[in-house]
């Protein structure tokens, strides 16, 4: 009898008992990490898209429309969708200040544009996009997980203008020429002819007579003095310098740098670059050089997504840094646009992968006439 006991075979089914008990706990928690997964997801999402929609509608420049980016209400609003990874956002609304104290006025709540928005010039108006998605639980009261609106709201401030100091340029005076010449010689000869002919003559005649005497005496003396003092000064100069005026050399002004034209912005890889076309036969010298792209969120995969710039390119290497900045502006030594076609690269520190509409390549020109023909890729 104590034998058989003993050896008393356990329960095969109590494993599986204890796992159907322990199941809808271990799903709930599963279901609650996925759905908590999925709002933050979706939160992140609406944010995102309000600071990308905002970022478009502040930048300077001329939407797709013919208007600028604050009145481009279609550009504005596909900024914003262009982070909808999932469906499109419930609502985009998009709203004018004139800071964070003052009255918000909606606009662009119809048509593809809205010229009611005029910016002013005193760099105090703001514009607001306002990014709303509604979120509602797979499976709803499983989880206490309640249907939420989640909205997000980014602003931004509108610069039309900004004062820049400039030193004013050195006044240049004209200095006389100086001609320095040898000197005027004098020559002075005194002549002195002194002629002293003193004559002295004595005569004595004695005459014997008787109980007479005579005696004569005459003297004679002459004396002429002759001083002849003739000066003589002849300047004569040997060199009359005449001043002269040097010209200066002055930059023959280019007539046809508006035949040049540009290529598309292409993004590749790690590179933003562009095409430059230059007809005019001579190499154009370039003033400065200012970049815009999606720095804070320019790479989608890892945990970095910004993407930060690191070397400027045209005919060689002109500029390298590390910059993260929404634009950056070059100012080169001796960069010229050659003739023909070359091609300005950008390059940053990883792929650029996402872009947000506000990607730019500027270009102003130094050479004489090409002033006011500057290289814009939005053109």
Not at 76 to 91: H, L, P
């Amino acid at each position: 009898m104590k034998l058989r006991n003993f050896f008393r075979p356990e329960n095969s089914a109590q494993a599986i008992v204890e796992f159907a008990i322990a199941l809808p706990v271990l799903l709930l928690l599963l279901y609650g990490l996925l759905e908590t997964g999925r709002y933050l997801f979706l939160y992140s999402t609406v944010v995102n898209a309000s600071r990308q929609a905002v970022r478009y509608g502040s930048a300077t420049g001329i939407g797709n429309n013919g208007v600028p980016r604050y009145q481009d209400c279609q550009g504005i609003k596909a900024a914003a969708n262009t982070g909808a990874y999932v469906a499109s956002f419930d609502a985009i609304r998009i709203y004018y200040d004139s800071g964070p104290s003052t009255t918000q006025t909606e606009y662009c709540q119809s048509g593809n544009s809205d010229t009611s928005f005029v910016p002013s010039t005193n760099n105090n108006s703001r514009i607001s996009v306002v990014v709303e998605e509604q979120y509602t639980p797979i499976v709803p009261r499983i989880v206490p997980f309640v249907s939420n609106l989640i909205s997000a709201k980014s602003s931004r401030t509108i610069l039309l203008s900004v004062s820049i100091v400039v030193t004013s340029p050195p006044t240049l005076s004209p200095v006389a020429p100086t001609a320095t010449g040898p000197s005027p010689t004098s020559t002075q000869t005194p002549s002195r002819t002194p002629t002293n002919t003193p004559t002295f003559t004595p005569t004595r005649t004695n005459t014997p007579i008787t109980h007479t005497a005579t005696m004569t005496r005459t003297p004679t003396v002459t004396w002429t003095p002759s001083m002849t003092f003739t000066p003589s000064n002849t300047p004569t100069p040997s060199f009359t310098p005449t001043p002269s005026r040097t010209p200066t050399a002055s930059r023959t002004p280019i007539s046809n740098c508006g035949s040049v034209t540009h290529g598309p912005e292409v993004i590749s890889g790690k590179t933003f670059s562009m095409t430059i076309n230059n007809p005019t036969g001579v190499a154009l010298e370039v003033l400065d050089v200012t970049v815009s792209w999606n720095h804070d969120a320019g790479h989608k995969t890892g945990s970095d997504k910004t993407l930060r710039l690191q070397k400027a390119e045209l005919a060689g290497t002109f500029w390298t840094g590390n910059v993260y900045s929404t634009s950056y502006t070059i100012i080169p030594t001796n960069l010229t646009i050659p003739t023909g076609t070359s091609t300005i690269i950008f390059t940053f520190h990883q792929t650029y992968t996402q872009t947000d509409g506000t990607e730019r390549i500027f270009i102003n020109i130094a050479t004489n006439g090409c002033q006011l023909y500057p290289i814009d890729s939005n053109n």
